[in-house]
């Protein structure tokens, strides 16, 4: 069982920045793809960015690209997301997912089917 934690959420004006961070227990955080996902109110669930275990390999859902970055630190168990150039757009509650990654290449699972999912931190971006 992983426990996913986020936090960094908050309220930011249009244009600013936020860095997620999702910490995660147990001693196999090396062997999960991560990714986050966001859902704004009235909306269904969003993909935002995933990272393969090594952190070699990196996506991002459409609507983010060029201005959000994951990345994660194996040593601290931790997986974040640096979100710039913020819209209002992006109002929504934040989830960290992990999915279990066999080889490294098999990251892309994490995108559509995480294993385990943590409680959510609300970003809220005003115009």
């Known amino acids: 069982q992983v426990q996913l934690v986020e936090s960094g959420g908050g309220s930011v004006q249009a244009g600013g920045s936020l860095r997620l961070s999702c910490a995660t227990s147990?001693?196999?955080?090396?062997?999960?793809?991560m990714g986050w996902f966001r859902q704004a109110p009235g909306k269904e669930r969003e993909f935002v960015a995933a990272i393969s275990r090594s952190g070699a390999t990196t996506y991002y859902g459409d609507s983010v690209k060029g201005r959000f970055a994951i990345s994660r630190d194996n040593a601290k168990n931790t997986v974040y997301l640096q979100m710039n150039s913020l819209t209002p757009e992006a109002t929504a509650v934040y989830y960290c997912a992990a999915a279990i990654s066999p080889f490294e290449s098999q990251w892309y699972d994490v995108t559509s089917s995480p294993d385990y999912w943590g409680q959510g931190t609300q970003v809220t971006v005003s115009s």
């Open positions: 147990g001693r196999t955080f090396s062997s999960y793809a």
